[in-house]
């Protein structure tokens, strides 16, 4: 397993992060345990909980988890009910959202804290005060963002808040970020992590002959993945698998390694065995750059 800096930072993180998406719905913490200890073994060191993630960090807070793995937590949004969520990066909002998920998963600090929503309407002063006072008492050792555009990064780091890395979704399903947000983290020197690694699981390539009935499209995340099963799509996996089958590897090995070929700073995948964890971290396939390029041009 390769590491690279989080941006200008003194953080090494792994090239696979280990996403906790489904932590706390299909994933127990006897599952999450076994995910850990696979993890950590291949010399994963990024664990992320999702957005409104207190299912997932309790599932956490049971697990026996290495010092070496760092957990990066998200704040920003509240999900009081299933049908009303609520926005915003006002000051007790963040210091409650923080005290909460270390409450949960039974630590002294979050390794990353990530702001996962851009707000607005309050003034930028308030949440840059929030994060001093959090990195001052070492509750919180690095600040990243999520959903944020080049130019609400660019406002974020005006207003002081010292980012070490952007979360966006990025795969070779999904390039929005090459068109900003990827050019403004390369100008400030912040790490580009990506989520949704592997086009949601569509560049594993598990739908080719149908819907696995344990998988993400057959439950109640079907509106999640869909989007990605168009014709656009479509054509986009056949050159995938062309290109898996010219090197004698799989389709998650090439989405693997085109992210790295892009310089991201670590892919965040989401499995639910250890044997779909094993097969992603073991892929250290390095793309020659006429691959590269054909890819790059088909996505």
């Not at 970020?177 to 580009?192: K, N, Q, R, T, V």
Request: some cysteine; proline content about 3%; overall charge negative.
């Amino acid at each position: 397993m390769n590491s690279n800096r989080l941006g200008t930072t003194g953080l090494d993180v792994s090239d696979v992060g280990l996403g906790t998406f489904e932590w706390g719905h299909r994933v127990d913490g006897r599952d999450a345990q076994r995910l850990v200890d696979a993890y950590a073994e291949a010399g994963g060191n990024l664990l992320e909980l999702p957005s409104s993630g207190l299912h997932a960090a309790e599932v956490l807070g049971q697990v026996d988890l290495p010092d070496a793995v760092s957990v990066m937590g998200r704040v920003g949004v509240s999900l009081s009910e299933s049908s009303h969520i609520e926005l915003g990066l006002g000051r007790a909002r963040i210091l409650d959202q923080v005290a909460e998920l270390l409450r949960a998963i039974g630590r002294e600090h979050l390794d990353v804290l990530v702001l996962d929503v851009f707000d607005a309407e309050v003034d930028r002063s308030e949440t840059a005060s929030a994060i001093d006072t959090l990195l001052t008492l070492g509750t919180v050792r690095y600040v990243g963002v999520s959903h944020h555009t080049g130019w609400q990064l660019a406002e974020m780091r005006g207003a002081g808040i010292p980012i070490a890395c952007a979360i966006s979704e990025y795969s070779l399903l999904n390039r929005d970020a090459d068109a900003e947000l990827g050019p403004a983290c390369d100008y400030a020197g912040i790490g580009l992590i990506a989520g949704a690694g592997l086009g949601r699981g569509v560049l594993a390539d598990k739908y080719q002959r149908g819907t696995p009935q344990d998988s993400r499209l057959a439950g109640e995340l079907s509106d999640y993945v869909s989007p990605y099963l168009d014709d656009r799509a479509s054509r986009v996996l056949a050159g995938v698998r062309r290109a898996a089958a010219a090197l004698g590897v799989s389709t998650t090995d090439i989405a693997l390694a085109f992210n790295r070929e892009r310089g991201i700073a670590s892919t965040l995948v989401s499995a639910r065995t250890p044997e779909q964890l094993g097969q992603i971290m073991s892929s250290d396939v390095t793309l020659e750059p006429e691959i590269a390029e054909v890819l790059e041009q088909i996505s």
